[in-house]
């Protein structure tokens, strides 16, 4: 059964510090994708990681990709309130599907 | 910047009644989704679609339908409404690339039924 599991499920933390949610996944793929939710609002994309070994950074937000651990990373570094909301991260399943985890809702505590 | 809307944000419908859902997309992408979102669940793959008059099962099809009839065009279709299909529902569309299946979401429909 392909699986894409996040971890932690929820998240609170104290501004300025840093944390790090971890997705793994089952599927084959080379690539993962991270997303942003607010409360009420739609999905939005955060990073696309096309390759082994792919950093990308914006802001206070990294994330990383090891395929071979099929293990992806979203490091947030001194957290800020207007941080909060859920993250999801996605692997490519079959042809252009994504299979998404169950999320991770972050607050920033002031 | 890709566009895709979603033709109502809030719905209020009864038991048994047909529900018609529209997603728009303004970018050709080749690609487009239904997902319905339940707090617990995550993303839940209701159809999708490859191309035009195409449409492929996902993971929770029942009680649900789709039509695409035009490329930018996506309609999710409730036969008869039922309560437990009270829930967020998500438009996606993504282009059919190699380099990157990413997906851009609609603002979502926020389904009551009674």
């Known amino acids: 059964e392909l699986k894409v599991e996040q971890n932690p499920l929820f998240l609170s933390m104290q501004e300025g510090k840093n944390y790090t949610i971890y997705c793994n996944y089952s599927?084959?793929?080379?690539?993962l994708y991270w997303y942003r939710q607010d409360p009420g609002k739609s999905l939005e994309s955060l990073f696309v990681?096309?390759?082994?070994?792919a950093v990308k950074q914006e802001g206070r937000l990294m994330a990383s990709l090891d395929t071979k651990a099929r293990l992806s990373t979203l490091h947030i570094t001194a957290a800020v309130h207007d941080l909060s909301a859920t993250y999801f991260c996605?692997?490519?399943?079959?042809?252009?599907?994504?299979?998404f985890g169950e999320g991770t809702q972050l607050t920033v505590n002031p | 910047d890709v566009k895709v809307t979603q033709s109502s944000r809030y719905l209020v419908k009864r038991t048994g009644e047909k529900v018609f859902l529209e997603c728009v997309q303004d970018?050709?992408?080749?690609?487009m989704f239904w997902y319905r979102q339940d707090p617990g669940l995550g993303l839940r793959l209701i159809y999708f679609?490859?191309?035009?008059?195409?449409?492929e099962k996902g993971d929770i099809p029942e009680g649900y339908s789709v039509s695409r009839e035009k490329k930018e065009r996506f309609s999710l279709i409730l036969e008869s409404a039922s309560t437990n299909q009270t829930s967020m529902y998500l438009c996606?569309?993504?282009?059919?690339?190699?380099?990157?299946?990413?997906?851009?979401f609609g603002p979502g429909t926020r389904l009551t039924v009674t």
């Open positions: 679609s490859y191309d035009v008059k195409m449409k």
């Open positions: 996606a569309s993504s282009i059919n690339s190699y380099s990157s299946y990413e997906q851009y």
């Open positions: 996605a692997s490519e399943t079959s042809g252009s599907r994504l299979t």
């Open positions: 970018m050709d992408h080749e690609n």
């Open positions: 599927t084959t793929s080379d690539r």
């Open positions: 990681l096309l390759s082994n070994g």
